[in-house]
Nanobody, 132 residues
Framework: EAQLVESGGGLVQAGGSLRLSCAAS????????VGWFRQAPGRDSEGVSC????????YYAESVKGRFTISSDNAKNTVYLQMNSLGPEDTAVYYC?????????????????????????WGQGTQVTVSS
């Protein structure tokens, strides 16, 4: 069964760091772009960052530029999101997605993740909580 599994979430104090991992099983990231969305309680889902390793391009939401870094390890079929200088506003459930369409990376990553069918795979989400 093809699936994405996120890990690395947790509770951290403001100013701290976390590294999220998204591992694919049942398919290869070689054929897909991969990204992260997040949803905080009472707020719309937000595209955080995406990467297309083949084209060597990445996208970051303005709210995370300079603090978050997305990277991929093709040998491990895993994508990472290094999150530094975390603040309470980063508290959310973070979801990994994989998509293989023909739109631009920003077109997929700059929205709220809808419709869900636009993306080929979704992970189950990992909670990130940043205390002030």
């Amino acid at each position: 069964e093809a699936q994405l599994v996120e890990s690395g979430g947790g509770l951290v104090q403001a100013g701290g760091s976390l590294r999220l991992s998204c591992a694919a099983s049942g398919f290869s990231f070689d054929d897909y772009s991969v990204g992260w969305f997040r949803q905080a309680p009472g707020r719309d889902s937000e595209g955080v960052s995406c990467i297309n390793d083949s084209d060597r391009i990445s996208y970051y939401a303005e709210s995370v530029k300079g603090r978050f870094t997305i990277s991929s390890d093709n040998a491990k079929n895993t994508v990472y999101l290094q999150m530094n200088s975390l603040g309470p506003e980063d508290t959310a459930v973070y979801y990994c997605v994989a998509f293989g369409g023909h739109l631009s990376l920003s077109a997929y990553c700059s929205g709220d993740g809808s419709p869900r069918g636009l993306y080929d795979y979704w992970g189950q989400g990992t909670q990130v909580t940043v205390s002030s």
